[in-house]
């Protein structure tokens, strides 16, 4: 059974950096997909990197340029990197991952993935 546990979030402050991992155990498949996916309370959960197997990765709009999602293949953990951090990036994290065939725009636009994580907080202040 595959598990996914997400850790490194926390509380810090505008224009801070926070890195969270995901620790993927039990994944037995080559060719995949993973992701990164934030939520509000209240509101829907919007994708947020993702990588594919071959390292390509994907960003919506508004992380480009100050997030960066990376993996560790031989340990199997997923990062992303988070820069210059604002209050409207404050949510609940999760990782994603999933037996997929395709590129990280593909992976970042894909709606359904079957092993998520339990999430970790990220707080931004003003």
């Known amino acids: 059974q595959e598990r996914l546990a997400e850790s490194g979030g926390g509380s810090v402050q505008s224009g801070g950096s926070l890195r969270l991992s995901c620790v993927v155990s039990?994944?037995?498949?080559?060719?995949?997909?993973m992701a990164w996916f934030r939520q509000v309370p209240g509101k829907e959960r919007e994708p947020v990197a993702a990588i594919d197997a071959n390292g390509g990765t994907s960003y919506v709009d508004s992380v480009k340029g100050r997030f960066t999602i990376s993996q560790d293949s031989a340990k199997n953990i997923l990062y992303l990197q988070m820069n210059n951090l604002k209050p409207e990036d404050s949510a609940m994290y999760h990782c994603a991952a999933d037996r997929a065939y395709g590129g990280s725009a593909y992976c970042l636009v894909r709606s359904e993935y079957n092993n998520w994580g339990q999430g970790t907080q990220v707080t931004v202040s003003s």
């Open positions: 039990g994944k037995t498949y080559s060719s995949y997909c």
